[in-house]
């Protein structure tokens, strides 16, 4: 079992920044790919990011590409997604994901943690 916990979402206006936490418990944290993924309301959960176990590689979906950052640190069990020149249409619930898989789609993943809303103003 692994049990993963967001942090840093909160409100923030269109250009600004905002930067997610994960906290990992439980398992080793350094075996498991860890990804971003978020929710819309009305949207189905969407890829963000991925990163492998070294923290080497990391994979962006197109419409962050460029904006976002993901990194982990595999002695303090923590991943990050810096994010940058935020847009409206980022907003959503981000959930971090764990799993053995290099996948862009959520059943990929076996552990979820409960999500931190981040809202983009217009």
């Known amino acids: 079992q692994v049990q993963l916990v967001e942090s840093g979402g909160g409100v923030v206006q269109a250009g600004g920044s905002l930067r997610l936490s994960c906290a990992a418990s439980g398992r080793t944290f350094s075996n498991y790919v860890m990804a971003w993924f978020r929710q819309a309301p009305g949207k189905e959960r969407e890829f963000v990011a991925r990163i492998n176990w070294s923290g080497g590689t990391t994979f962006y979906a197109d419409s962050v590409k460029g904006r976002f950052t993901m990194s982990r640190d595999n002695a303090k069990n923590t991943v990050g997604l810096q994010m940058n020149s935020l847009k409206p249409e980022d907003t959503a619930i981000y959930y971090c994901?764990?799993?053995?898989?290099?996948?862009?789609?959520?059943?990929?993943?076996?552990?979820w943690g409960q999500g931190t809303q981040v809202t983009v103003s217009s």
């Open positions: 994901a764990a799993g053995w898989t290099f996948s862009r789609e959520p059943r990929g993943y076996d552990y």
